[in-house]
């Protein structure tokens, strides 16, 4: 089936820093993909729709200023955490919706725990 | 928006059911899906079922939906220790979903 793939699957940095991360379709094309993040023990919260070739649609309460997404190619969208503070670490996780229109199953990539200190 | 509730704790005993509730509000959602995630783990799609649909069974679990109430529910037969993780309800159009909070199941010998 289609498979998601993120990069780095974790990542340490410390307040003040940059992180890029990637999220990568490997065997079908992307158009759009979502980033979702989750706090530690709770929900996964929607944060943004990725566009290839447009701006990404942020979702209420995210500062689009802060979580920079570019959506570069048919199969690669980037997250990245601008001026990252401890509150920013979490778990992020993307997907993106089947190959085929209708199909039910949308696929996400494994993760990428942020840390930073 | 669109708001996914569920417990946030279940313990069972090996062998014997879970069950896992639900309740969404958006009613326009066309599918809606159980979800599992181990610890540090990404998330598995467990089942899912067609908002048409009323129950849907596939091998040892079993999802009820009651459009009426907006009440989902997941049911695992003979629960094993492997089942121990969150399991998540979630709901959406144009494959943007909603979670609930995720319910922790424990299963103990």
């Given at each position: 089936?289609a498979v ?11 307040s003040?820093t940059?992180?890029?991360?990637e999220?990568?379709s ?9 980033w979702?993040r989750?706090?530690p ?8 729709t990725s ?16 979580f ?10 980037t997250?990245t955490?601008?001026s990252?503070?401890p ?17 039910y ?5 494994p ?7 | ?5 569920q ?8 062998g ?7 309740t ?11 979800y ?7 998330l598995q ?18 999802v009820l ?5 907006k ?5 695992i ?8 993780a ?9 494959y943007?979903?909603s ?11």
């Open positions: 089936g998601v793939s993120q990069h780095p699957s974790w990542v340490i940095c410390k003040g940059s992180v890029k991360i999220c990568r490997l065997d079908f094309q992307a158009t759009t993909m979502f979702y989750q706090f023990k709770q929900s996964l919260m929607l944060m943004a566009n290839e070739g447009s701006k990404a649609t942020y979702e209420q309460g995210v500062e689009k200023d802060k920079l997404i570019n959506h570069a190619s048919l199969t690669l969208s997250l955490v601008t990252a503070h509150e920013d670490s979490s778990f992020y996780i993307c997907s993106a919706p089947p190959p085929l229109a209708g199909a199953e949308q696929y996400f990539g993760g990428t725990r942020l840390t930073v200190t | 928006g669109e708001d996914v509730e417990s946030l704790f279940l313990s069972v005993r090996e014997d059911s879970s069950v896992i509730n639900c969404y509000t958006d009613s326009s959602s066309t599918y809606l899906y159980w599992k995630q181990e610890p540090g783990a990404g799609l467990l089942t899912y079922i067609f908002s048409n649909m009323d129950m849907k069974q596939d091998q040892r679990l079993t939906l009651n459009k009426k109430d009440h989902l529910s997941l049911r037969a003979d629960t094993q220790t492997g089942d121990s969150i399991y998540f309800c979630a709901e959406g159009n144009d943007k979903l979670f609930g909070a995720g319910t922790t199941v424990t299963v103990r010998a």
